[in-house]
């Protein structure tokens, strides 16, 4: 699949942003006043920011609004509508303790409750889709989830969690590609089978369906070398989990150390999401022999 920067930017900032937003809701780090202030304006930045970024990617922006109404059928109406009540809920946590002192648990809970399912519900977006065998894995909700909260614990700053956090994200990352480079041939999609033509004989591209790029080419279509991929693991696996992971659980804690902790994290979960985009093999690709 084609890896949009907006998209990137959308599942990678907005998972940060609701991850920040459970531990909140938890009551860690217990804030209030200003401090608070400083917290849930981070929360919303990422949070909000990350959702805002999803909106680039439409041809017509002003569609957005239709997102809210397949509740029923679609994941990406459930993400919309779960954001916005984690939100709100949040903003009347947030009120409490930034102007009244005052914790108002119930609505932390809620909060935190509604912004799991929030993340859940992104990577539903990409999990139910059979047609990309690579992303039709159990294991990739866990891995949004996880993303979501190891870097809520770092936002958060509790540097140990988060050290224990990455060092399992990290491990289920490295599983998520072993796994994932299995499951366009375990799947079974062949020519043949795109074309219903597999029961005579072996199917082969006799001629390309167009003479130029076209949407489907530029959208689902997106040709990564074997080499590059495995150099932007290793640039994922050392920044997103080796470096964040030695330094909090190695050094003292302190608030140097978790910034640069997270730093490191942040450019790791970039280049993940960016092959979690780029190695997605869509099956039309077959027909365009990219298999």
Same mark, same amino acid.
């Given at each position: 699949?084609?890896?949009?920067? /907006?998209?990137?930017?959308?599942?990678?900032?907005?998972?940060?942003?609701?991850?920040?937003?459970?531990?909140?809701?938890?009551?860690?780090?217990?804030?209030?006043?200003?401090?608070? $202030?400083?917290?849930?304006? #981070?929360?919303?930045?990422?949070?909000?920011?990350? +959702?805002?970024?999803?909106?680039?990617?439409?041809?017509?922006?002003?569609?957005?609004?239709? %997102? $809210? /109404?397949? @509740?029923?059928?679609? @994941?990406?109406?459930?993400?919309?509508?779960?954001?916005?009540?984690?939100?709100?809920?949040?903003?009347?946590?947030?009120?409490?303790?930034? $102007?009244?002192?005052?914790?108002?648990? #119930?609505?932390?809970?809620?909060?935190?409750?509604?912004?799991?399912?929030?993340?859940?519900?992104?990577?539903?977006?990409?999990?139910?889709? =059979?047609?990309?065998?690579? @992303?039709?894995?159990?294991?990739?909700?866990?891995?949004? +989830?996880?993303? /979501?909260?190891?870097?809520?614990? +770092?936002?958060?700053?509790?540097? =140990?969690?988060?050290?224990?956090?990455?060092?399992?994200?990290?491990?289920?990352?490295?599983?998520? @590609?072993?796994?994932?480079?299995?499951?366009?041939?375990?799947?079974?999609?062949? =020519?043949?089978?795109?074309?219903?033509?597999?029961?005579?004989?072996? #199917?082969?591209?006799?001629? /390309?369906?167009?003479? %130029?790029?076209?949407?489907?080419?530029?959208?689902?279509?997106?040709?990564?070398?074997?080499?590059?991929?495995?150099?932007?693991?290793?640039?994922?696996?050392?920044?997103?989990?080796?470096?964040?992971?030695?330094?909090? +659980?190695?050094?003292?804690?302190?608030?140097?150390?978790?910034?640069?902790?997270?730093?490191?994290?942040?450019?790791?979960?970039?280049?993940?999401?960016?092959?979690?985009?780029?190695?997605?093999?869509?099956?039309?690709?077959?027909?365009?022999?990219?298999?």
């Amino acid at each position: 699949m084609h890896p949009a920067p /907006s998209v990137i930017v959308f599942t990678s900032i907005s998972g940060l942003g609701f991850g920040y937003f459970i531990w909140l809701g938890l009551g860690i780090p217990d804030l209030y006043g200003w401090e608070a $202030f400083a917290a849930f304006f #981070v929360a919303y930045a990422f949070s909000v920011g990350g +959702l805002l970024a999803s909106v680039f990617h439409l041809a017509n922006k002003k569609n957005a609004i239709y %997102s $809210f /109404s397949q @509740w029923k059928t679609s @994941w990406l109406s459930r993400e919309g509508i779960l954001s916005v009540l984690a939100l709100l809920a949040f903003a009347v946590f947030a009120i409490g303790r930034i $102007f009244f002192a005052t914790a108002l648990p #119930v609505f932390g809970y809620l909060g935190a409750a509604l912004a799991l399912l929030t993340v859940f519900s992104t990577s539903m977006i990409y999990t139910q889709l =059979k047609t990309v065998p690579r @992303w039709n894995m159990p294991i990739n909700p866990v891995l949004f +989830l996880l993303y /979501s909260v190891a870097g809520g614990a +770092l936002l958060s700053m509790q540097p =140990k969690v988060a050290g224990v956090l990455i060092v399992l994200l990290t491990a289920l990352q490295v599983a998520g @590609w072993m796994m994932g480079d299995k499951r366009l041939a375990e799947s079974g999609s062949t =020519k043949g089978t795109a074309t219903g033509l597999n029961t005579i004989g072996q #199917v082969r591209l006799f001629e /390309s369906a167009h003479t %130029s790029r076209n949407y489907i080419l530029d959208e689902m279509v997106h040709m990564v070398g074997r080499k590059h991929a495995q150099k932007l693991r290793m640039i994922s696996i050392v920044a997103l989990g080796a470096v964040p992971a030695a330094l909090l +659980l190695l050094l003292p804690p302190n608030l140097i150390v978790t910034l640069v902790a997270l730093a490191s994290h942040v450019i790791g979960v970039f280049a993940s999401r960016w092959l979690f985009f780029a190695e997605a093999e869509h099956v039309v690709g077959l027909y365009y022999n990219r298999d």
